[in-house]
């Protein structure tokens, strides 16, 4: 059973950094395409990045690029987000999901997201 | 960036009756190439992560039902629930992962009239 634990959200100054972590299981982690999609509370979804299964390629969204990397630890199974210069308009909760093969695949397992706060 | 627009807002339909919602793509997502539209959607339920519903414009996901289907093509997109049932009540975003920078529609409320 695919299984997507995200963690390490919380309440963070603005200007500061978070590192959100994605534990993976229940399918062969290297082989597939991961995304962190984020959605503030009330509203929509909004892509934040991608990285290919290989770690290789790696996406970003404007409102994050050059403030926010997207990596992975194939050893450990895990999909990582660090966060810096963090702003009011990053919070959100932040999803971690699978796609359903490349990058270009639509995302088949989402996992319960992290709540990630930005204030003073 | 492609920009997703879905109609309506928000849908009120009596159970059992057919639900419709629609999806305009600012440019096309249409892969000439392998004839594939990179065009999905989701359901999200409250306090739920989103649930991919279908992919490929028209492939429903393993375990969807069937009175959930997609149709349409390039630009336009259509989403349709043949006989909504109580549990079909949720937000629906449609999604495209044609370009390297993943958008989605603003979603669509469908409720029980």
């Known amino acids: 059973e695919v299984q997507l634990l995200a963690s390490g959200g919380g309440l963070v100054q603005p200007g500061g950094s978070l590192r959100l972590s994605c534990a993976a299981s229940?399918?062969?982690?290297?082989?597939?395409?991961m995304i962190w999609v984020r959605q503030t509370p009330g509203k929509g979804l909004e892509w934040v990045a991608g990285?290919?299964?290989?770690?290789?390629?790696?996406y970003y969204a404007d409102s994050v690029n050059g403030r926010f990397n997207i990596s992975r630890d194939k050893s450990k199974n895990t999909l990582y987000l660090q966060m810096n210069s963090l702003r009011a308009e990053d919070t959100a909760v932040y999803y971690c999901?699978?796609?359903?093969?490349?990058?270009?695949?639509?995302?088949?397992?989402w996992g319960q997201g992290t709540l990630v706060t930005v204030s003073s | 960036d492609i920009v997703m627009t879905q109609s309506p807002d928000s849908l009120a339909v009596s159970l059992g009756a057919r639900a419709t919602i629609n999806c305009k793509c600012s440019?096309?997502?249409?892969?000439?190439?392998?004839?594939?539209?990179?065009l999905a959607w989701y359901q999200q339920k409250p306090g739920q992560p989103p649930k991919l519903l279908i992919y490929?414009?028209?492939t429903r996901e393993s375990g969807v039902p069937d009175r959930f289907s997609g149709s349409g093509s390039g630009t336009d997109f259509t989403l349709t629930i043949s006989s909504l049932q109580g549990e079909d009540v949720a937000v629906y975003y449609c999604?495209?992962?044609?370009?390297?920078?993943?958008?989605f529609g603003q979603g669509t409320q469908v409720e029980i009239k």
């Open positions: 999901a699978k796609g359903r093969v490349g990058l270009n695949s639509a995302m088949d397992y």
């Open positions: 440019q096309s997502v249409l892969n000439n190439s392998n004839k594939k539209n990179y």
């Open positions: 229940g399918f062969t982690f290297s082989n597939y395409a």
């Open positions: 490929w414009a028209s």
């Open positions: 990285i290919s299964g290989s770690g290789g390629l790696t």
């Open positions: 999604h495209q992962y044609y370009k390297n920078r993943w958008t």
